[in-house]
C-alpha cells in the first residue's frame, strides 16, 4: 500500500509539472521536464535500494514496510528536499530580476 502511495504521489508530480513548464515554456520543456523527474525516480530508486540492502534484511520491519517500500520512502524524502531546494532557488532568482 506504501508502495502504491508512492507512485501516485510521483503520477501526480508528473501532471503538475508537464502542465506548469508547458504553459510556461511550451510542451517540449514539459516532455524535458518530465523525463528528467523520471530520470531521478529511476536512479535514485536504485541507489536509495542499495544503500537499504547493506543495512536491512528483505523483510523490513513488517508485511506493509519492507525494504522496497522503505526506499520508497527514503527516494521520496530526499526528492521532496531536492525539489524544495530548487523552488527556493528559483525565487531567488526571480525576485533578483
Known amino acids: ?6 507512485f501516485y504521489i510521483h503520477v501526480i508530480a508528473t501532471v503538475i509539472l508537464f502542465t506548469k513548464r508547458w504553459q ?3 510542451w517540449k520543456e514539459g516532455i524535458l521536464a ?4 523520471g530520470l531521478i525516480f529511476g536512479v535514485g530508486w536504485s ?12 523483510k523490513g520491519f513488517g508485511v ?3 525494504r522496497d517500500a522503505i ?4 527516494l521520496l524524502v530526499i ?9 527556493r532557488r528559483k525565487k531567488r532568482k526571480a525576485q533578483l530580476a
Do not use: P, R, Y
Request: aromatic share 20%.
Open 34 to 37: 518530465v523525463g528528467f523527474l
Open 71 to 74: 526506499s520508497l520512502v527514503l
Open 1 to 6: 500500500m506504501i508502495t502504491l502511495f508512492v
Open 79 to 87: 526528492e521532496a528536499i531536492f525539489f524544495s531546494i530548487q523552488l
Open 64 to 66: 506493509w514496510f519492507d
Open 47 to 58: 541507489m536509495s535500494t542499495f544503500v537499504l540492502k547493506l543495512f536491512m534484511s528483505e
Open 24 to 26: 510556461e515554456e511550451g
